[in-house]
């Protein structure tokens, strides 16, 4: 069973539907006399969407801002459905998706940690034991009874990182977690990531740092406005993907490949 995927998505599309109320014009107004104007926006955030992640896989994922990268990590991470398609998971997920998904910013640090912990079904002696090491790792102990609101964003993702890396997970989903942690913490995260690569299942990371994903990442997959452009060896998608960042057409890429 164990060359089976890990994570394996088949044609999977994802529409944001946005209820917005507009301001309406003078004409308007007098038409619909007392009447809201209403419509709903789509974005088609990820649209037949491809791709197999193997055992012991680096995954790591690139594209613009806006490309649908957070919302495949959000569908692999099952916070949501998708329209279309299939998504098979293999394993336990543990997800530190975009900044503090799943902290309430009104909690203290400890009581979020605590709260993760037993989410993922942990019992009580397990979540305490792991408390420490997560503190630990976080360097933020004198932080841990302050509500997280008054976290600074690098102290944010530092706790996020630590429990997420501390629950012995199948599957970890990194999305930008590295990028907000001052130098000494960022190395001490792929230090970390490359420490589970050999005991996690899989794992799919998102950044914009190029040097990380080279760094950390086995294969990368190209996102562009919900569309996977290209999957392959790290090297060749930096350089089209780089490329199409200078020169903001992706045609002119795609012939690479
Ligand atoms: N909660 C939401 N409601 C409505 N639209 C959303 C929502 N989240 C994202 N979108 C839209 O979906 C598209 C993809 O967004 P997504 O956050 O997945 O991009 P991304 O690749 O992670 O970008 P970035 O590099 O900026 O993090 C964008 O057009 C965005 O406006
Ligand atoms: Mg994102």
Redesign the pocket.
Known sequence: MSDSPVISLHDVSFT?R?QISRKPNFMEAVRNAGRGQRSTKL?H?LKNVTFDVAQGEVLGIV????????????AIGGIVPPDEGEIRVRGEISALL?LGVGFNPQLSGRENVILAGLATGLSREVVEEQYQAIVEFAEIEEFMDMPMRTYSSGMYSRLGFAVATNMNPDILLI??ALSTGDAHFKEKSSQRIKELKDSAGAMVI?S?SMATLKELSNRLLW?HK?EVIATGEPEKIIDAYSKFLKVGNINAVMEDF
Not at 63 to 74: E, H, I, P, V, Y
């Open positions: 944001y946005t974005v955030a594209g613009a801002n806006g490309a649908g990268k957070s919302t495949l990590m959000r975009a999305d930008e998102v914009h996102m919900g």
